[in-house]
């Protein structure tokens, strides 16, 4: 049976919770780069990438749930 | 045995698209919720509703599985011009966790139809009938065209026309 459900969620990229992330250091020279918020950078991604995470983040609340 | 695919009827008529002026149906209008953030803060506070919970557990009960339900609810927010197909498909992971969330936090069994489960031992009908018809044909069962009855022919008699342009048969006449 062709279940669209079925193939959306087989699709979905979730997080990788292991990635690395950067240890770089900020820099203070007055033409550095602002360090983005997390907001922000959440709202760059391409859509899918950003669902990825909502639903990583509900699973992760779920998983909680379980465990008590 | 092999899937033989059946007509189905309940679809729009040739041609019903075109029944009503363009732009007057919901979702030739530009969506109402045009991100998924957007869409998002429409449907959770929905879900987060009790009394759309309640009739939600009921649903899941039935055993009903998270992904049909979600499905279900997005195609009705195209329809009503809420949000885009696109949009639609994108938020149905979030509103399936989100159903399953809810579901386990109320303690409710529900089927999430996201692990369809096929048994390596068990043949696939294609298979079967794949096999049978090599079976066959290493027997030789395959129905002959000597086996075949052949219709008898009949004459057809033919109506003598007479006008004026009509052909003219054999006897002349």
Redesign the interface.
């Known amino acids: 049976m062709y279940?669209?459900?079925?193939q959306?969620?087989?699709n979905?990229v979730l997080p990788d919770d292991n990635a690395s992330e950067e240890m770089t250091q900020p820099s203070n020279s007055l033409l550095s780069r602002k360090p983005k918020s997390k907001e922000q950078s959440i709202m760059d991604l391409e859509?899918?990438e950003?669902?990825?995470r909502?639903?990583a983040d509900?699973?992760k609340?779920?998983m909680g749930?379980?465990n008590g | 045995m092999v899937d033989i695919p059946s007509p189905s009827f309940d679809r729009p008529i040739a041609g019903q698209s075109l029944t009503a002026e363009l732009g007057n149906r919901p979702w030739q209008q530009p969506p109402q919720y045009a991100t998924v953030e957007e869409a998002l803060d429409y449907y959770v506070p929905r879900l987060a509703n009790p009394e759309f919970t309640e009739n939600l557990f009921d649903v899941m009960e039935t055993g009903i599985p998270l992904t049909t339900i979600a499905n279900a609810m997005q195609s009705a927010g195209v329809m009503e011009g809420k949000h885009t197909i696109d949009v639609g498909l994108l938020i149905m992971p979030v509103l399936i966790e989100t159903m399953a969330y809810l579901a386990e936090e109320s303690d409710i069994e529900y089927v999430e139809g996201s692990n369809i489960t096929t048994d390596p031992d068990k043949p696939s009908d294609s298979r079967i009938a794949r096999a049978i018809a090599m079976v066959r044909k290493e027997q030789g069962e395959e129905p002959k065209m000597e086996d075949m009855p052949v219709p008898e022919e009949q004459e057809v008699p033919q109506e003598v026309t007479g006008g004026l342009m009509s052909r003219r048969s054999a006897d002349g006449v």
């Open positions: 279940n669209i459900g079925f959306v969620l087989n979905l859509p899918r950003r669902v990825g909502y639903v509900i699973r609340a779920r749930l379980k």
